[in-house]
C-alpha cells in the first residue's frame, strides 16, 4: 500500500472514532500525517513521498500506533515523541503539554507592533518543555531567555530540547514558583499558564488526560494563577517591557473579572484566541485591579 493510500484509510478510520483534535492538528488527514510522516521521520513538505510504498513491517508498525492513538486516546505528540512549534521540532512526551500556543504566530512576527526590537532577556514562564522561549531564542540569536516552571519533569524536557537546538549559552532552565526564584528584569515575559477551572478540567476530552494536569488547571475559575502573573509580572519587567500571556478560553472570566479595564486581546491569522499584551506602565497602573 503507498503512503497516500494509508493515510486516506487512516484518517477515514480515525474520523469513525469520535477523537478530539487539539492537540497541534485540527482534523483526521492532518493527525495522519502527524503519526506517519512523524513516526517515519519524513518531513512534512516533502510531497513526493506519499508516492512510497509502506513494507508489511512498516504497516503493521504504524497499525499499532494508530490503535493506540483510537483506543488509548493518546495526542499524536505523545505517540511519535516530537512535536512542531513555530517551525521548529522539540522533543515532547508526558511531562509536559503538547506544545500548541498561538503566541507561535507572535514569535514569527517578532512581536510586532509590541516591540520595537528584539528583546534582549526574555522570560518564558510556565514554560513545560520549552518551546515558546526556545522558538524565541531561535528566532532573535542575540537574546538570552529564561525558561521558568515548577515541574522538576517539564524542566528536565526543556533542557533536553535546549541541548536539541544547541543552545546552552544562552537559555536557562529554572525551577520556581512563578517569579519567586527570579531576580532578573526582562524586556519580554510570555506566559501560558494554566488557565483551567477544576470543573472545565472534568469536562475535558479524554486526550486532556494523558497531559499533566498540573499544566492545565488553574484555582479560582482558573484565574488564580493568570492574575498572579499580572499583579507581579512588573517587578520582573523593564521600563519598556511587555508582559504576553495566553488564558485561552478564560478569556471571557478574565475579561469579566477585569471589565474596568482596557484589555488587549490578540487577533490570529493563523487561529488561536484567549492571549493579551500589556506594558510595564499599564500593569503597574493597574495593579491594584488584578487582587
Ligand atoms: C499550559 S502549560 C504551558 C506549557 C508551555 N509553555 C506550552 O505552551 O506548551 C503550563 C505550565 O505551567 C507550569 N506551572 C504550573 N504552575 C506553575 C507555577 N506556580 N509556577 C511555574 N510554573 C507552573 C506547569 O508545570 C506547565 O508546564
Known sequence: ????????????????????????TSNSLDEAFYIVYGVMGINFSDTRSAERVLSRLEISKLEELV???????????????????????????????????????????????????PARRVLDLCTGGGSIGIAIALQWPECAVDLVDISE???????????????????????????AALEARYDLIVANPPYVSSEEYKELPAEFNHEPA???ISADDG??????????????????????????????????RLSQLPLLWLEFEHGGEGVLALGAQQLEQYREQFN
Not at 86 to 94: L, V
Not at 166 to 171: A, I, K, P
Open 1 to 24: 500500500m503507498k503512503i497516500k493510500d494509508y493515510l486516506k484509510q487512516t484518517a477515514e478510520r480515525l474520523d469513525n472514532s469520535a477523537l478530539c483534535y487539539g492537540h497541534g
Open 67 to 117: 490503535q493506540r492513538r483510537i483506543e488509548l486516546r493518546l495526542p499524536a505528540a505523545y505517540i511519535v515523541g516530537k512535536a512542531w512549534f513555530a517551525g521548529h521540532e522539540f522533543y515532547c512526551d508526558q511531562r509536559a503539554l503538547v506544545p500548541r500556543s498561538p503566541i507561535a504566530e507572535l514569535i514569527l512576527g517578532n512581536f510586532q507592533p509590541f516591540l520595537v526590537e
Open 153 to 179: 519533569q517539564a524542566l528536565a524536557l526543556a533542557m533536553q530540547n535546549v541541548e536539541l537546538h544547541g543552545l546552552q549559552n544562552r537559555v536557562r532552565c529554572i525551577h520556581s514558583d512563578l517569579f
Open 214 to 216: 498540573l499544566g492545565l
Open 223 to 256: 484565574l488564580q494563577i493568570p492574575l498572579q502573573i499580572l499583579r507581579e509580572a512588573v517587578d520582573y519587567l523593564s521600563a519598556s517591557g511587555q508582559l504576553v500571556m495566553e488564558v485561552g478560553y478564560s478569556d471571557e472570566a478574565l475579561s469579566q
